[in-house]
C-alpha cells in the first residue's frame, strides 16, 4: 500500500516524511520512503520496493497524480509551511542559488495547492507543529495507525534526537540580508501562494528576468541566467527562454514586457509558452526603440508534460539590437460558471 505525504521542499515535509514512516514501522513493520513524482514513478515504487508499506514522498506531483491522490477517498499529509522557510532550506541545507531555490518552491507550491482543499488531505503548516507531539498524534490518527500518544512521543523524542526537528517559521535575519531586487525576485514568484487560502482567488505571480535563461549560446556549455540585455546579432534563434515553473491547473493569461532598441525596429519575434507541448504563441514587431506587452492565453490542465516555459525567438538574423525583458506578469482567469458552461453546452447542441 502507498502512503502520500506532500509538501514543499522544506525541513517540515521531510519531518512528516520520518513521522508517518515511524509510526508506520511501528504499527505494522516494513515501510520505505520513496520519492514520487510522476505515475511511471509509482509503478516503480510498488515493482521494486520489497516493503509492504511505501511513503510517497511527493514535493512536485504531476497534474494527473494530483488529480488521483485527491479522488482515491484515501488520507494523506500536506505539509505547507511559508514557501520562504523552504527557500531557506533549499539554499541552506542544499546549496541551491536563489533562482534555482525560487523555481524549485514555487513549481511545488503549485503542486501541492489544489491538494490542501481535498477533504482527505491533512494540513499541516508551521503554526500547527509547533507542539510536535500534538502533530505527530494528528498524523497517527488521520491514518487510523493504532498508536497511543505515549508510543507517538517516543518516535518524535528519537527523531528529534537523530536531529530531525519540524523547525518551522522564517529565519528573518536571513531574509533581510537579501537585497532589494532578491526579495523582489523571491516575492514575485512565492507571495501569491503564501497569501493564499482554499476558495479564495490566486493573486498575480510574477517571473522576473533573473529566473529565465539566455538561449543560443554553445549546446555543450550551460546557458546563462538573464542579466541585463541581449545581444540580437546573429543567426535566428531561441534569445531567451524559462524559467520551467509549474503552475496551478486552469486558464491563465500571461503578460511579457519587452523592451527593444532602435535597431531591432522591423524585426519579428515569437513569443511562445510550452508545457510539453505549446500552449500559446504570438508575433511582435517593433517600430522603433520600444516597450512592447505580448499577451498569452493557455490552460494548464492533465495534457500538461512539463512545468511551463516561455520563449523569445527571432524568425531571421540580425546584424545588431538588442532585446530587455522586463518581467512575465501571471494572472489566473476566472473560471467560467457551471451554469454558463451548461447553457452554452445546451444551446450548441439543440
Known amino acids: 500500500m502507498i502512503v502520500f505525504s506532500l509538501g514543499l521542499p522544506s525541513r517540515l515535509a521531510d519531518w512528516c516524511d520520518a513521522v508517518i514512516a515511524e509510526l508506520i514501522e511501528r504499527s505494522s513493520g516494513g515501510v520505505e ?12 515504487a510498488v515493482i521494486r520496493s520489497s516493503a509492504s ?17 485527491a479522488g482515491a477517498n484515501r488520507p494523506f499529509v500536506v505539509a505547507v509551511g511559508d514557501p520562504r522557510t523552504a527557500l531557506r532550506d ?26 490542501t482543499a481535498a477533504p482527505n488531505a491533512l494540513v499541516l503548516s508551521d503554526s500547527s ?79 522576473h528576468p533573473e529566473l529565465f535563461f539566455v538561449g543560443g549560446g554553445p549546446p555543450e556549455q550551460p546557458a546563462p541566467a538573464v542579466n541585463g540585455p541581449v545581444d540580437l546579432t546573429g543567426r535566428a534563434r531561441c534569445l531567451v527562454f524559462g ?28 513569443i511562445e509558452a510550452d508545457s510539453g507541448t505549446i500552449l500559446a504563441h504570438t508575433r511582435v514587431t517593433p517600430s522603433a526603440e520600444q516597450i512592447i506587452e505580448a499577451n498569452l492565453h493557455f490552460t494548464i490542465d492533465e495534457s500538461a508534460g512539463s512545468a511551463v516555459e516561455i520563449r523569445i525567438l527571432t524568425e531571421r538574423a540580425a546584424f545588431e539590437g538588442r532585446l ?13 460558471p457551471g451554469e454558463t458552461q451548461e447553457y ?3 444551446l450548441l447542441r439543440n
Open 33 to 44: 520512503i520513496v520519492a514520487l513524482k510522476t505515475f511511471d514513478d509509482v509503478a516503480a
Open 53 to 69: 508499506q511505501i511513503i510517497g514522498s511527493c514535493r512536485q506531483p504531476v497534474l494527473r497524480l494530483q488529480t488521483e491522490i
Open 90 to 115: 533549499l539554499i541552506q541545507r542544499m546549496g541551491y542559488d536563489l533562482p534555482g531555490a525560487t523555481r524549485e518552491v514555487a513549481s511545488s507550491c503549485a503542486a501541492v495547492l489544489t491538494l
Open 129 to 207: 507543529v509547533r507542539d510536535p507531539v500534538a502533530a505527530a498524534v494528528a498524523i497517527a490518527r488521520h491514518f487510523a495507525l493504532p498508536l497511543g500518544e505515549e508510543e507517538v512521543g517516543a518516535t518524535v523524542a528519537a527523531l528529534a534526537q537523530a536531529g530531525l526537528t519540524p523547525e518551522g517559521g522564517v529565519d528573518s535575519g536571513w531574509w533581510d540580508q537579501l537585497d532589494t531586487r532578491d526579495q523582489a525576485l523571491v516575492n514575485g514568484a512565492l507571495a501569491a501562494y503564501a497569501g493564499f487560502s482554499p476558495g479564495s482567488k490566486l493573486e498575480p505571480i510574477t517571473w
Open 243 to 270: 524559467p520551467y515553473i509549474n503552475l496551478p491547473p486552469g486558464a491563465w493569461s500571461a503578460n511579457v514586457v519587452l523592451g527593444f532598441s532602435a535597431e531591432a525596429a522591423g524585426m519579428t519575434f515569437v
Open 324 to 336: 530587455a525583458l522586463g518581467y512575465v506578469e501571471l494572472v489566473s482567469l476566472a473560471t467560467v
Open 344 to 346: 452554452l453546452t445546451q
